[in-house]
């Protein structure tokens, strides 16, 4: 999964010019992040995400977070902070100037531009 989350978001970096040679291993961690990210959403989407517990009478005194569920913040925040540094979330993007390499329009223009032209 890391090499395949490497392959769809190297190219991407490159072309807005905010990827170099030493980058690569805080892209290489931000790839197995996301690994983690992957399976602890696995987890928390199949309902490991809440401890309920009860009393002897069965009624719940309490909810508490799973670990599954922390690390999960956790990921998501470290993957967050990785993500602005690169510009790959719409306000960072404001604030980075890359040296891209084709003035083409994104795929999103592309899209747009279709999708108002039907």
């Known amino acids: 999964m890391s090499l ?23 892209i290489a961690r931000y790839c197995t992040m996301h690994e983690q990210f992957l399976r602890t959403l696995a987890e928390v989407r199949a309902g490991r995400d809440i401890f309920i517990i009860k009393d002897a009478n069965g009624k719940v005194k309490y909810i508490q977070a799973t670990p599954w569920a922390t690390m999960l ?44 032209k039907a």
């Open 4 to 26: 395949e989350k490497w392959n769809e978001l190297v190219p991407q970096l490159i072309e807005l010019g905010v990827m170099t040679n030493v980058d690569v291993e805080t």
């Open 73 to 116: 913040t956790k990921v998501s925040g470290m993957m967050l902070r990785v993500e602005q540094e690169f510009g790959l979330t719409s306000s960072s993007r404001s604030g980075i100037i890359g040296k891209a390499t084709t003035p083409e329009k994104s795929k999103l223009q592309e899209f747009l531009a279709r999708r108002t």
